[in-house]
């Protein structure tokens, strides 16, 4: 995918990370922040802005336990997974979930080593300083870039973002997985059938069959059951979810 910086809607960008605890703005997004998906777009952005590559670097550090990895493969291919895979690397040196090493994997590096900020590579002096005191973290990954700083006076705290975002509470109870994509999906959206919950979370249909029904033999959730199923959060585990985190 080819993109300028026009293309990106910068201040967007900056909301939902905001959202997700960055004090770089009073403007905070109003819905719910996809952190995959927003994980993903940023890989492409921030070769454009490097305060955004500073940011990510920062949030995958301190909020790799949070991640759902399986989401992060699935849509990886959208975004640049040589930066990723440097900014997952560099997680883990600064005391990351080492579990980063199973996305790693699936990222490649780019075939010839290039600037990874993109307005540099048109000015001689800098390209050749970035390749001169390029990281080896990038370098790896076929990328010149001599920044890897992180943000630790510019960040909330982690009750803050965990507030705003009910779908990381739910994952710091209950565990990244399945599980936890399920309750957090229907606690916004409801009467849905297997299909429906299975394309809504990004699980295989046979995947989200069976814990469904595991669910709702514990009584979390109701399937009220005509021709097909129809799955919703019992009253007392969206009573529940809803006040957490406490």
Known sequence: MEWTFND???????????????????????????????????????????????????????????????????LMDHGDTAVLGAVLEIAIEAGGEHNLKTVIA?????????????????????????????????????????MLEFYEDAKRTRIWVLEQNRILAIRALFGVGMRSEILG???????????????????????????????VKSGFIEDRTGKEHCLALSRRTRKYLMKIPV
């Open 185 to 215: 999906y229907l606690l916004e959206k409801s009467g849905l059938d297997i299909k429906q919950l299975a394309v809504g979370v990004g699980y295989a249909y046979s995947a989200v069959h069976k814990e469904a029904g595991n669910l």
């Open 8 to 74: 990106i809607d910068i201040g967007k960008l900056y909301a939902k990370w905001a959202k997700l605890g960055w004090m770089v703005t009073d403007e905070i997004y109003s819905d719910d922040v996809d952190v995959e998906a927003l994980i993903i777009e940023t890989t492409t952005a921030c070769r454009y802005d490097g305060r955004l590559l500073k940011w990510l670097m920062t949030w995958v550090r301190d909020y790799s336990d949070l991640l759902n990895k399986k989401r992060l493969m699935r």
């Open 106 to 146: 699936k990222c490649r590096p780019h075939p010839k080593a290039q600037v990874l900020l993109v307005d540099m590579e048109d000015n001689p002096l800098l390209r050749e300083q970035e390749k001169r005191n390029g990281q080896r973290a990038f370098r790896h990954w076929g990328l010149w870039c001599s």
